[in-house]
C-alpha cells in the first residue's frame, strides 16, 4: 500500500468539503487583547482583532496571574517533575484543588493536564467501576465527555438536546436498580444555550441517577463567585460531580473536577488519564489559583463581559443578523454551509482584520456551520460597532453567494 497517497486523499477529502483546517498563527500581546498580531504565510505580521477566544474574561494578561506565575517560577522552576503518583504532587496543585473544592462547596477536587482529560478521566472511571451502569448523555456533549463514556463502556443512552421528556424516557426504560449517570453540560459552547440543571437533578433523584455537570464554559463567568451556572442558580449541592477548566475564563490550561470525598479519590485512584501522566506545572497551578481567587471575589470582569454581550446581541439585532437567542455569552450566527463560512471569516480577516475562526463538521453537524463570536470583558462598544458594520457591508455586498450558498 502506498500510505503516504491513501493519507493525502483522506486530506483532500477535507479540503473539497470546505472543512481543512487552516491554524492562524497569532502572537497575543500583553495589555492589548482582543488584539494580537496575527502572521500570515509569506507575509508581514498585522494586528487584528480576535473575536472567538475563550479567554472571557482576560485573565490570560491579568497582573495577578501573571505575576503569580512568575513567583511560582522564580521559587520552583519550569516543571512539576514526575506524576502526581511519583514525585509530581507540588504543594501549589494541592493548594488549588483546595480551593476549588470551596469553589463549588464540595469536599474534594481533584486537578487535570485539561478539561478533557478530566471529562475522559472520571466519566471512564464512574462508568466502568459502577456494575451494568447505564449512562444518559446530551446529544451536544462535548467530545472528551463522549470519549469518556466511550471508554468506560457501559451502555450509553443518548437525549435529544436539553429534552427533559426524551431524558424521562430514556431513564424509565431502563431498571429501577441499575446505576446510572447523567452527564451534560450547563452553557453550551457551539450553541450559546444553558441546561435545566433543576429539573435534570429532579429526574436525577427520580431515577437515582449520579448527575456529572461539564461547566467548562461557565466558571468563572457565571455565580457570584466564578462557580459557574450550578453556583449561579443555588443548585451546587444537587450535582455529584462537577467538571471544569482553566483553559477558558481562567486564561490559562488544566481541567479539574470536584465532588464527595469518595467519588474525588476513586476517580484520582482509577484513572489513567491521571494516574500516567506527569502533574501541571507550578506555574500553571500558581495562576489558575490566583485567576480562581480573583475572580471569587472581584465581579467587575463579570459585570463587564455581561454589558459587552448585551451590547453585541441588540446591534445584531438592529442588524437583523440572526443568531442562537441562548442566555449566555456565547453568540453563534449560523450560516450553514462550510464553504460559505470559511468564505466570510476569510473575508473579516483579510479586509477588516478581524479574526473569526470557522465551526465546522465535526465540531457541529453538516448544515448548521457557524461563526461563534464571542465578546469578551474586554471587547467594549467600539469593538462591536466595528465587527457589526463588517458583517452588514459582507452581506450587502455578497448578498448573492451567501443566498446561493443557503439555498443549496
Ligand atoms: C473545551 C472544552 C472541554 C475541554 O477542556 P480543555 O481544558 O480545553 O481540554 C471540555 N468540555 C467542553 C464543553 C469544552 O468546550
Known amino acids: 500500500m502506498d500510505y503516504q497517497s491513501f493519507f493525502a486523499e483522506k486530506i483532500d477529502a477535507l479540503k473539497n468539503e470546505g472543512r481543512y483546517r487552516h491554524f492562524a498563527t497569532l502572537k497575543r500581546r500583553v495589555g492589548s487583547f482582543p488584539d494580537a498580531l496575527y502572521y500570515p504565510e509569506n507575509r508581514d505580521p ?95 456533549n462535548h467530545a472528551s465527555m463522549i470519549h469518556g463514556i466511550k471508554t468506560g463502556a457501559a451502555e450509553k443512552f443518548i437525549y435529544n438536546h436539553n429534552d427533559l421528556n426524551h431524558l424521562e424516557d430514556l431513564l424509565k426504560s431502563v431498571d429501577a436498580n441499575r446505576p446510572k449517570i447523567i452527564a451534560f453540560e450547563s452553557v453550551y459552547s457551539m450553541e450559546g444555550d444553558i441546561a435545566p440543571i433543576a429539573e435534570i437533578c429532579d429526574l436525577a433523584e427520580k431515577y437515582h441517577a449520579l448527575t456529572y455537570l461539564d461547566e467548562v464554559h461557565a466558571v468563572g463567568v457565571y455565580g457570584p463567585r466564578g462557580g459557574g451556572v450550578a453556583e449561579e442558580r443555588g443548585i451546587l449541592h444537587r450535582i455529584d460531580m462537577i467538571e471544569g477548566t482553566f483553559g477558558k475564563a481562567y486564561g490559562l490550561v488544566g481541567g479539574f473536577i470536584t465532588g464527595s470525598k469518595t467519588l474525588v479519590d476513586v476517580v484520582r485512584s482509577y484513572s489513567a488519564n491521571f494516574i500516567f501522566t506527569t502533574a501541571l506545572p507550578p506555574a500553571i497551578c500558581a495562576g489558575a489559583l490566583a485567576s480562581v481567587n480573583h475572580l471569587k471575589t472581584s465581579q467587575s470582569e463579570r459585570a463587564a463581559i455581561r454589558a459587552n454581550v448585551a451590547y453585541l446581541k441588540s446591534l445584531l439585532d438592529q442588524a437583523g443578523l440572526s443568531y442562537l437567542r441562548g442566555a449566555s455569552h456565547i453568540t453563534p450566527l449560523i450560516i450553514g454551509d462550510s464553504v460559505c463560512c470559511k468564505a466570510i471569516t476569510d473575508w473579516l480577516l483579510a479586509e477588516y482584520d478581524i479574526y473569526i475562526q470557522p465551526i465546522n463538521y465535526p465540531t457541529v453537524p453538516r448544515g448548521t456551520e457557524r461563526m461563534r463570536l464571542t465578546a469578551t470583558a474586554l471587547h467594549t462598544r467600539e469593538y462591536s460597532d466595528r465587527l457589526v458594520n463588517a458583517l452588514k457591508n459582507l452581506w450587502d455586498e455578497h448578498h448573492g453567494f451567501l443566498n446561493i450558498r443557503r439555498a443549496a
Open 46 to 140: 498585522r494586528t487584528v482583532t480576535i473575536w472567538c477566544s475563550n479567554d472571557y474574561l482576560g485573565m490570560g494578561q491579568h497582573p495577578v496571574v501573571l505575576n503569580a506565575m512568575t513567583e511560582a517560577i522564580a521559587q520552583s522552576g519550569a516543571g512539576a517533575g514526575g506524576t502526581r503518583n511519583i514525585s509530581g504532587t507540588t504543594a501549589y496543585a494541592v493548594e488549588l484543588e483546595d480551593s476549588l473544592a470551596d469553589l463549588h462547596q464540595k469536599e474534594s477536587a481533584l486537578v487535570f493536564p485539561s478539561g478533557y482529560t478530566a471529562n475522559e478521566g472520571a466519566l471512564s472511571t464512574l462508568s466502568q467501576l459502577l456494575p451494568n451502569c447505564a449512562v444518559f448523555s446530551d446529544r451536544l
